[in-house]
Antibody
């Protein structure tokens, strides 16, 4: 069974940093592109970032480019998202998702990031 | 960026009834359209990809149709577990974009 389990969320002050993790199991992690998608409370889903299977290529939404860094450790079957220079508008539930030809076949349960003084 | 617009925002349906959800793309996305179900506190769940192909384990009461800019998700006979928010997503162009969601609630 495919499992994606996010962790690392929490309360952080504006300008602060967090690192989110997504532990993957049940599939060959190193074969798949992975993504982060977020949902602001009460709003819809928004793509944040993606990384290719070996970590050599990444891309970001305009709203987070330069502040967030996606990475992966295929030996540990883990995806990461480093969040820096956090703003109130970054408050959201962050989901990791497994790419399958462009759509997201599996998702984690999400981890909540709250940016507030 | 392709804008995905879902309608209606909220759909009130009685159990056992049919629900029809719409999704419109601001430009053609061919058949690169997926539908997801999202219940509160749970992981989103892939229902449909390629506009009309059910994902593994998805009941036959869920069906998708359309291509280009107009798409439809139909739930033929709503069960209690189907009351949730549904999102469409295009994956034909970067960035991949989602609709704002349709909430299916109990009438």
């Amino acid at each position: 069974e495919v499992q994606l389990v996010e962790s690392g969320g929490g309360l952080v002050q504006p300008g602060g940093s967090l690192r989110l993790s997504c532990a993957a199991s049940g599939f060959t992690f190193s074969n798949y592109w992975m993504h982060w998608v977020r949902q602001v409370p009460g709003k819809g889903l928004v793509w944040v970032s993606r990384i290719n299977n070996d970590g050599s290529s990444t891309s970001y939404a305009d709203s987070v480019r330069g502040r967030y860094t996606i990475s992966r450790d295929n030996a540990k079957n883990t995806l990461y998202l480093q969040l820096n220079s956090l703003r109130a508008e970054d408050t959201a539930v962050y989901y990791c998702a497994r790419d399958s030809s462009g759509y997201y076949y599996n998702w984690g349960q999400g981890t909540l990031v709250t940016v507030s003084a | 960026e392709i804008v995905m617009t879902q309608s209606p925002v909220t759909l009130s349906v009685s159990p056992g009834e049919r629900a029809t959800l719409s999704c419109r793309a601001s430009q053609s996305v061919s058949s690169s359209l997926a539908w997801y179900q999202h219940r509160p506190g749970q992981a989103p769940r892939l229902l449909i990809y390629g506009a009309s192909t059910r994902a593994t384990g998805i009941p036959a009461r869920f069906s998708g149709s359309g291509s280009g800019t107009e798409f439809t998700l139909t739930i033929s006979s709503l069960q209690s577990e189907d009351f949730a928010v549904y999102y469409c997503q295009q994956y034909n162009n970067w960035p991949k974009t989602f609709g704002q969601g349709t909430k299916v609630e109990i009438k």
